[in-house]
């Protein structure tokens, strides 16, 4: 067999080991659903690892969108995400037509989820502060260094991606951005694909399928001993994670029997979004294209005082907003506020139904 790929299966094989945790729920959903998660996140590595990968020729990539599949750490049904692979040693151009969803937002990382499961931030930019054009164009340069004008989104020496989201309200009816990005000062020639260097492509790969894998369970394993609570862990260590600075985290862990509800009461800030998202152990989404898992600002139904219950349940229990537990006894959850002037903490209780 061919050193390189007997070397590739070998690694990921030990990725595997993840699913034996102690804290792992041994059911057969969770199980299978562990299975395709690292599918999922090999998907996603290679993509980005193997494919992509020099930084004079960049692309935007979206590994994590509705046809991918790709689901990681918390996603948000309601975003598109994608990335380039970049180097703080150049200068780039981005260049987008705005579309009509209503929140997109840039930043430059130091993805290093292949070393420690972290993707540090090194700038951030928003759509609203970029000039767009009667046709919708806008552009802005991505460099360590400021340019002399226009709009800007600082990188740092080590930056390696630049990460963009763009969130809808209503995916069914906006149409996100289109975005494409060009390196400005490329140097060096073309170098052909060696043994060696695909053998380096797949080793990042599988680090990367290691690392966010590693990273997200020690989430679960934060989170399983506060089950049904909700509380602040602490911004920092979603940021650290990859999170976006104009959002408030709350993260953590349900479980529920199937004649039992977890009912969550919130006041609702001023913000230009909100979403709460119900999850798998794994940390991903449930099944939103086919059942409701979540809701945003754009679809829940607020109380007569602008308060808003939440029901997570197997069933509808017929008030509030109610959150399908689509088969799962278990698994984790999100909630955020995007851009808020306040970040109430909600309160919660299981109940039986």
Request: hydrophobic content about 35%; charged content about 25%.
């Amino acid at each position: 067999m061919n050193a390189v790929w007997e070397k590739f299966c070998a690694d990921l094989l030990d990725v595997g080991k993840v699913l034996e945790d102690e804290i792992v729920p041994q059911d057969p959903l969770t199980q299978a659903e562990g299975i395709r998660y690292l599918s999922r996140l090999l998907r996603y590595g290679t993509i980005n690892c193997v494919e992509y990968t020099d930084p004079r020729w960049p692309q935007f990539s979206s590994a994590p969108n509705p046809n991918m599949m790709t689901k990681i750490g918390a996603d948000n049904p309601d975003n598109v995400y994608m990335r380039a692979n970049i180097s703080g040693k150049y200068n780039y151009r981005i260049i987008g037509t705005r579309g009509t969803v209503p929140l997109i937002t840039f930043g430059s990382r130091v993805n290093r989820y292949h070393i420690d499961g972290t993707m540090l931030q090194t700038g951030d930019l928003h759509i609203h502060d970029l000039e767009v054009d009667e046709n919708g164009r806008f552009e802005f340069i991505a460099s360590v260094d400021k340019p002399a004008e226009g709009a800007w989104l600082p990188l740092a020496p080590d930056s390696n991606l630049i990460s963009v989201r763009q969130t809808h309200q209503d995916r069914r009816n906006e149409v996100i951005g289109d975005l494409t990005i060009e390196c400005l000062n490329p140097d060096g020639e073309f170098v052909p694909l060696s043994p060696e260097e695909i053998g380096e492509r797949l080793t990042k790969s599988v680090g990367i399928v290691k690392g966010m894998a590693e990273t997200f369970l020690e989430w679960s394993r934060k989170f399983q001993p506060h089950t049904n609570e909700i509380f602040d862990w602490g911004q920092d260590y979603f940021q650290d994670a990859g999170g976006d600075p104009t959002i408030f985290y709350f993260h953590g862990y349900w479980k529920l029997a199937e004649d039992e509800a977890w009912v969550i009461e919130t006041e609702v800030p001023n913000c230009e979004y909100f979403n709460f998202v119900l999850q798998n152990f794994w940390v991903e989404s449930l099944d939103y294209n086919r059942t409701n898992i979540y809701i945003n600002n754009h679809t829940a139904k607020l109380n007569d005082d602008g308060t808003m219950t939440i029901v997570v349940a197997a069933k509808d229990p017929g008030y509030g907003n109610w959150i399908d537990t689509d088969s799962h006894a278990e698994g984790t959850w999100a909630l955020r506020w995007i851009k808020a002037d306040s970040h109430p903490i909600p309160t919660s209780k299981v109940v039986k139904i």
